[in-house]
């Protein structure tokens, strides 16, 4: 006679968040891996680094992380937080345009939109930073920074979980349009990779 089968214990709800990310598929151009999580914000979180590379050069860097609170923080609106960062230079000219910060964010806000990833609570910056050259430096040529951070609650489906692909989705295509790559024609997909 066998010893009855023990169900294997369900998963907490963040610990199938941070699988789900694992499993998630981005483009090939984005190097993706595990980093350290901030400690103090939340009793759990994951992070994510993740770097743009096209022709062996690194042309955006960022950051996704996902925090935990079952407590639902009052400024959270949910029990989960994203917070996101991204940065890349720019054509000195492009750190000109006075729309710059709104066109930043609409990347943001098409790439949530067209993942599917529903949040609430959505704020943030864009930041540009201009760095010139002067005295031993004068021969750098000007130089011009964008950086997008963010944060946002995500909507929780039906049964509690967090859709976390869908938001690390949508990350990602902000990293990529600040990188200044075209976004994929509908219905084409690119050779993806995994996190490392």
């Known amino acids: 006679m066998s010893a009855p089968r023990v169900p294997a214990p369900r998963l907490s709800s963040f610990d199938r968040a941070v699988a789900e990310m694992h499993d998630v598929r981005l483009r090939a151009e984005i190097s993706v891996s595990e980093v350290p999580a901030p400690a103090r914000i939340a009793p759990r979180a994951a992070a994510l680094a993740g770097d743009v590379v096209v022709h062996d050069e690194e042309v955006a860097t960022g950051r996704f992380i996902l925090l935990h609170d079952p407590a639902a923080p009052a400024e959270w609106g949910g029990t989960f937080r994203v917070v996101t960062y991204v940065r890349a230079d720019l054509e000195p000219e492009f750190g000109e345009d006075p729309l710059l910060g709104q066109v930043g964010w609409a990347w943001l806000e098409e790439g949530l939109s067209q993942a599917g990833a ?79």
Not at 141 to 160: F, I
Not at 164 to 175: E, P, S
Request: charged share 20%; aromatic share 4%; glycine share 12%.
């Open 118 to 196: 529903r949040a609430v609570g959505t704020g943030g910056t864009v930041t540009r930073v201009l760095s010139e050259g002067y005295g031993e430096l004068a021969e750098r040529p000007a130089s011009v920074d964008v950086e997008v951070r963010a944060s946002w609650t995500p909507v929780l489906a039906d049964d509690g979980d967090v859709a976390v692909g869908a938001h690390l989705q949508a990350w990602a295509a902000l990293l990529c349009a600040v990188a200044g790559l075209p976004p994929l024609p509908e219905g084409v997909s690119a050779l993806a990779q995994r996190m490392r």
